[in-house]
Structure formats: C-alpha cells, structure tokens
C-alpha cells in the first residue's frame, strides 16, 4: 500500500494505551497500524449510518409502497396466495 505517512503525537490514558499495545500484539502490526484500522472502520461505519435513511423516511417509504409499483405489488400479492392456496391442507377450505 503506497501512501505517505505523517508524524503526529497524542496523548492516551493508560487504559487505550494498554489496548493499543494488546492489538498491536495479537494482530502483529504496529500500534500506527492498530489506529489506522480503527479511525478506518469507524469512518465506514460512520459513512454506513449517513446512507441509511432516518426512521420517519424509511416509514414514509414503506407506506408509499417500498418503490414497488401497483402492478408489481399485485403481482406479488397474487403470487404469495397462489403459494398460500398450494400449501392449504384438505381440512382448511
């Protein structure tokens, strides 16, 4: 991987000092390495939760039909009691 580096320094309480150290270990990379991975996931996971829509949108579009035209959603609707009508056992009807 071809990217440049640049020296900084932080301060760190002994806990996340002692995590780094033990990451840094376990994984075989250094403590620079650890950091980088974590700023890394957290930014996707950041970029994740932007993509996702807010609850009350996600509701709005549920209830507009999930981007499935009426035709679609008929078609599907027609699809799943067909498949509910096939499986109905002789003492049901």
Do not use: H
């Not at 000092?17 to 990379?29: F, H, P």
């Amino acid at each position: 991987m071809a990217y440049s580096l640049i020296r900084t320094s932080m301060a760190l309480d002994s806990f996340t000092l002692r995590v780094l150290d033990l990451l840094a270990k376990k994984w075989g990379v250094s403590k620079a390495e650890v950091m980088r991975r974590a700023v890394r996931n957290i930014k996707e996971e950041e970029d994740m939760k932007d993509q996702c829509p807010k609850p009350l949108k996600a509701l709005d579009w549920l209830q507009n039909g999930g981007g499935m035209t009426v035709q679609e959603a008929e078609a599907f609707r027609a699809e799943v009691q067909a498949e509910r009508e096939a499986k109905r056992q002789w003492w049901e009807a």
